[in-house]
């Protein structure tokens, strides 16, 4: 008896070693666990045996049954790492991955952080301010009165004040950024070197060269002696390290309420080099500023002596500046969220 139960350890453990997947495994459980099984009749067969061999032949048996158990599970586990193995094995690492989306900044920031550092290159501050202003800081502050003619110039959008006990007109949409003047300057005292990136809104016909909100970098600049000559260089540098050293750049006088004298920025059309194109409405420049000394009743206004110091203030047209960076002809173009257009920049 004892050599028959170890002929079937001996037999079941090498056909278990030997299989290579798990329905074979399972057939072989059976062959010798099962019902019917080799090992399972040879157990029934104990109770045949004389009393005194009966015990050490049941631990026997008990003991191949665990073994055979053993083995089986062992086999099953070594058969299942293979499979996994076999199915890394499968993955094809030189098809090129997928590459995830990595977004950038919007044209607009792009060239707004360029003109701050420039600015900040040379010494001046940037500053924020509210897009919901006051009639006199958007105006008054800036010598221009309720009935000046310019107003008309800067169709205003007005904040609907009923049932406060604010004036109606007196809280409007700035129409430019120019308003930051008079809220930094009754701040602080000259030297004044500042520039104010920001956004302004008009009620405007949109096209492809109007919209009702624009982008604009108000800057000025208050000290002793401070000269048109000044604004000019300053002007010309900066655009200079804008746009590229070979932009050619023009001034030309103009008339703004809030600056004595006043003057139009112009810069050579990118697009055509002044032969005239449409961009540039066949002119061959495109105007991207205005810009002037700063009106004495400016001055005044936030309480600084007008004989004593001067400055001069600007206003780049951002948007301008982006489209003609980027020599697109529609305005539109830049409040487009389409990622076609977005990601060619
Ligand atoms: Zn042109």
Redesign the pocket.
Known sequence: MEEVLIGIKNAAVSLILDAQDKKELEALKLQFLGRSGKLTLAIKEIPKISKEKRPEIGKLANEIKFVIEQTLEQQESGIRNQESKARIEKIDYTIPGIKPNIGHLHPLSQVLYDVVDVFKSIGFQAADGPEIETDYYNFEALNIPKDHPSRDTQQTLYLDTHDTKITPGEVILRTQTSAMQGRVMEKIKPPVRVIVPGKNFRYEQVDASHGFEFWQVEGFMVDKNVKLTDLFGTIEYVLKKLMGEGSKIKFATTNFPFVEPGVDTYIE?T??KRK??S??KNS?WSEIMPAGMIHPNVLKAVGYDSQKVSGFAFAIGLSRLVTLRYQMDDLRLLTNPDLRILEQF
């Open positions: 059309c697009v055509c005239g194109c961009f540039c061959g």
